[in-house]
């Protein structure tokens, strides 16, 4: 496993004054080849506005105002548009959360494959139709709709297909923002079960976004958790389970309890995120937390600490190592 | 087709409409218009002439207005507008049908040239918008849009045809009585000039707003984020991706639009003394010459009713959602 | 929030300071004008000069004054016009939009043969059969002819709302049609109404200087449009006495401009989706 994408503290606002809101503040994610990382975390804590900003697919009023994105050694978010235009759908692809939307209204599904292969260089029909009805197969739509335009598909029709077009170039790192969120459960697994399977066979990897927390908790290598725009904790899949660190962490799994285990009270989580124009000092979880010292973290902000290699945590239960904050 | 069908409903309605109201309107009239133009032309038509003017206008008759606007009709159906007052013998029909080539093969053109060039052009400040080009553009088309026809075209027809003397600023009317050929042609093509470029220059500037507007709110779509996300190259995501969507409210604004344009280039007609429709509405206005005003309304409702009907046929074909709609 | 943000909207301001500034000049036209605009007792065909700051006409009046007492009779049928017009799209639109059934289809069917009917020619011929000339005529005859388009945007976006939770909670617990409409659906059209009343604003002045040009208009009165109307006549342009015909002309496009300004402005502020980053 080697780095394939460096977002090292990466901080993303949109607008500008007094009404600006930090979607997403010093946030620092490695994501290697052939893995996959889950991000899980409340509505509006800035996922989508973390991944739209890490594959420069933001725009204004959003703005990147501190921070930046490495790909394959390159500073993604400096790229000429020339070449940022190649690493996307062929090097990094995007599932966008609004699946519903994202077809072009008046062209049919196949020439929407077609201007995609097209721009990336594969010139010959065959080859691109033949590419096209493989992940159709894949993603278990009929071939036939090809010819369709979108407004005939159903909406899990329409986030397959929009699936199936970010595998059809084979990149090596696709986001997938909620891509199942309009699936019944059954379709959902095995989709995301067919993605998997060829995932494992092409070694691309995964950035998957849901809050979910026991979806990603099955299908993650890591899972990072943010909160009001922070990462708050990070650990792989398997820790993450057994050992929440995060009071916050752990409120979600509250949450969303793993499949199998008792569904006894689904529960939300008590209170309401912070208002990103104005974020408390201090610990932005602080007013929903249960275990909140009062004097430390209303008045001062969590730095990440690494506690066992491999997992770290913003939070002050937990003090702060000597290696600083970032990840090695 | 439901939406097909609904179309030509209107078509039907309105060109009852417009044909009603030629018969409604000198009935309905206080003070008697009729009256006062048949005594003026007293002594200058001979006999039956008046008599059937009395008829067709519904003055001093003792026929029930039932029977009259079945009389209308037929006269209606057949071709019959009755004489011209102004170019009396002539008729109606002769006047008419001498001079809507001329309007028709002006108008259309400049019409024409005005969407392509004002949909261009919005379409560019759109795509740059909030640069320095769409903040010019903007109001200067504003500024277009809000010039009167006419007064511009008599500065045009100043400064290119007395100042300048790069065309002729008059004898137009001749024009239909010339000889053909390429002399004959290339006479015709510099009288036109100028009120084409008039016309063109003035109805550029409300497709530039409309197509501004309309491109700007198809940028925000998911779609052409999505495009952009495929690597398409920029020409694609402007054209066939946020223009081809942006154009068609185009198509159900046309009937507002053209019947502006149409009304402008009448009047540019008359400062540019261009022997078409527009110029013979005004003789007729100065003359009273009700019976070839009606015409003229007539075949110009009919003709912009033709064009509304062929945009409505241009809309169904780009937008398979329409035509959807037709085929359940 | 929607306020400031019109208050900040650099077009909004451009458009609102020339309405201001056009207003005055009709309002404060007794005090500042130097003549009566009708004395026809001046020198005819002055070129500009102290007395006359923008010289005279062919028939010796002062184009100066009929300029600043021509924006009264502008001004007037353009928002006289424009409110005539959003009272019926409003009645149209949103009422037929929202009672929907027969009534609703003969309304639109009807919005649709006057969208599609070419205005001007539509106004020349009713115009030329009105026998009494002058402004109320030209009022009543440029509102007939252009409500149609307003009432059509204002019905979809009725059919919109009508559909959305909070009108329908609002059906739900009996609150009667009228007090629905007049509480929940015309206050979240206020802005689409406000930019449509600018729109149809910039319609009434153009259209009245066209019908005004042709004489369709009282040419005895003192707009920009029969300004226009006699210079045409008196061939200004070749007399050289081009700021008769150039000025009034200019008049009218800033007005036309301020109105679409607003309109635009309005539009830009009420639909996020235009708006500037
Ligand atoms: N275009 C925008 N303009 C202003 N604020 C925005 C914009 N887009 C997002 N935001 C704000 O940024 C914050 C993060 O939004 P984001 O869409 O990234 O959240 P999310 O975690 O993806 O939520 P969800 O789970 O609902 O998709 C939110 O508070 C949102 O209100
Ligand atoms: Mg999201």
Excluded at chain 1, 44 to 51: I, R
Excluded at chain 1, 287 to 312: E, F, L, S
Excluded at chain 2, 55 to 67: D, K, N, Y
């Amino acid at each position: 496993m080697s780095l394939l994408l460096e977002i090292a503290g990466l901080t993303v606002g949109y607008g500008a004054g007094p009404t600006a809101v930090l979607a997403v503040q010093d946030v620092d994610l490695a994501v290697h080849t052939g893995e996959v990382v889950g991000i899980a975390g409340e509505s509006g804590c800035g996922k989508s506005t973390l991944a739209l900003a890490a594959t420069g697919l933001l725009d204004p009023p959003g703005r990147v105002l501190q921070g930046g994105v490495r790909y394959a050694g390159q500073d993604l978010l400096r790229l000429p548009p020339a070449a940022l235009r190649h690493v996307r759908l062929r090097q990094i692809a995007m599932v966008f959360q609004a699946s519903m939307n994202v077809l072009n209204p008046v062209l049919r599904i196949r020439d929407q494959f077609l201007d995609a292969m097209q721009a990336h260089g594969i010139t010959s029909r065959r080859e691109a139709v033949e590419r096209t009805q493989a992940v159709f197969e894949l993603v278990k739509v009929p071939a036939r709709f090809l010819d369709a335009y979108p407004h005939q598909l159903s909406g899990g029709m329409r986030q397959r297909t929009v699936i199936a077009l970010s595998l059809v170039l084979e990149p090596r790192l696709i986001f997938m923002d909620e891509p199942t969120t309009a699936l019944d459960v059954v379709v959902q697994r095995a989709i995301l079960q067919s993605v998997n399977d060829l995932r494992v066979q092409r070694d691309f990897a995964v950035v998957f976004i849901t809050h979910d927390l026991s979806l990603l908790i099955e299908i993650a290598d890591r899972i990072a958790i943010m909160y009001a725009g922070y990462l708050v904790e990070e650990a792989s899949g398997p820790e993450l389970y057994q050992q929440p660190l995060h009071p916050y962490t752990q409120a979600l799994m509250q949450a969303f309890p793993p499949l199998g285990a008792v569904r006894s009270r689904l529960q939300g989580i008590p209170g309401q995120p912070p208002d990103l124009r104005q974020l408390p000092p201090g610990c932005p979880f602080a007013a929903r937390c249960g275990k909140v010292r009062q004097g430390t973290c209303d008045t001062v902000r969590p730095a990440m600490t690494i506690v066992t290699p491999g997992h770290r945590v913003a939070c002050h239960l937990y003090p702060v190592s000597t290696e600083g904050g970032k990840q090695a | 087709m439901r939406y097909l069908t609904r179309r030509v409903l209107v078509l039907l309605l309105t060109g009852w409409a417009a044909l009603t109201i030629n018969f409604v309107l000198p009935r309905l009239m206080p003070g008697n218009p009729a009256e006062v133009m048949l005594a003026r032309f007293q002594g200058r038509l001979s006999p039956r002439a008046l008599a059937a003017l009395t008829v067709e206008f519904g003055v001093h008759t003792h026929q029930s207005l039932l029977a009259q606007y079945v009389a209308y009709w037929g006269h209606m159906l057949t071709g019959n507008f009755g004489l011209s007052l102004t170019y009396y013998p002539a008729s109606v029909a002769q006047m008419v049908a001498q001079a809507f080539p001329w309007t028709l093969g002006l108008v259309g053109i400049s019409t024409l040239i005005a969407f392509i060039l004002g949909t261009g052009i919005g379409i560019a400040a759109a795509w740059r918008h909030g640069s320095r080009l769409d903040g010019v553009l903007l109001p200067v088309s504003l500024l277009l849009n809000s010039m009167p026809y006419f007064w511009f075209a008599l500065l045009m027809l100043y400064l290119f045809g007395f100042v300048l003397g790069w065309f002729p600023v008059g004898g137009g009317l001749n024009l239909a009585h010339q000889a053909g050929g390429w002399a004959g042609l290339g006479a015709i093509i510099s009288h036109a000039i100028l009120p084409a470029a008039t016309i063109t220059i003035t109805a550029a500037g409300g497709w530039v707003l409309t197509m501004r507007n309309n491109m700007v709110a198809i940028l925000g779509e998911d779609f052409v984020k999505f495009a952009r996300a495929k690597g398409l190259p920029d020409r694609v995501v402007e054209f066939r991706y946020a223009a081809r969507n942006a154009i068609l409210p185009n198509f159900t604004g046309f009937a507002m639009a053209i019947g502006f344009v149409v009304g402008g280039a009448l009047l540019t007609e008359i400062v540019f003394s261009y022997p078409g429709l527009g110029y013979l509405l005004y003789e007729a206005v100065l003359n009273l010459d009700y019976p070839l005003m009606q015409a003229i309304f007539l075949f110009i409702s009919l003709a912009v009713l033709v064009a509304n009907f062929l945009a409505d046929l241009a809309y169904i074909l780009l937008d398979p959602r329409v035509r959807a709609v037709g085929r359940s | 929030m929607t306020l400031r943000a019109f208050l900040t909207n650099r077009r909004a301001m451009a458009g609102a300071g020339i309405l201001v500034f056009f207003a005055l000049l009709a309002g404060l036209a007794p005090l500042i004008a130097p003549y009566s605009p009708t004395n026809i007792n001046f020198p005819p065909m002055l070129g500009p000069s102290a007395a006359h700051l923008l010289g005279t006409t062919a028939n010796g009046q002062d184009v100066l004054s009929q300029l600043i007492w021509g924006s009264r009779d502008t001004l007037i049928v353009g928002l006289v016009t424009a409110t005539l017009i959003s009272g019926i799209q409003l009645i149209v639109g949103i009422f037929g939009g929202y009672v929907g059934g027969w009534i609703d289809e003969v309304l639109s069917m009807l919005t649709n043969i006057f969208l599609v009917m070419p205005g001007l020619p539509l106004m020349i011929i009713v115009a030329a059969y009105v026998t009494v000339k002058g402004t109320v005529p030209i009022i009543f005859v440029i509102t007939v002819t252009g409500w149609a388009w307003g009432a059509r945007v204002l019905r979809s976006q009725t059919l919109t709302l009508r559909s959305q939770a909070f009108v329908e909670a609002a059906q739900l617990s009996g609150e009667s049609r009228w007090r629905i409409v007049l509480t929940h659906i015309v206050p979240n059209m206020a802005g689409i109404l406000v930019a449509n009343f600018f729109g149809a604003a910039l319609y009434a002045v153009l259209s009245e200087a066209g019908l005004e040009f042709l004489g369709l208009g009282n040419v005895n009165t003192v707009t920009w449009g029969t300004m226009l109307y006699w210079a045409e006549n008196d061939e200004a342009l070749l007399m050289g006495l081009w700021q008769w015909m150039v000025l009034p002309g200019v008049c009218i496009a800033l007005l036309g401009t301020a109105f679409g300004l607003l309109n635009f402005a309005v539009d830009e502020v009420v639909n996020p989706r235009l708006r500037r980053t």
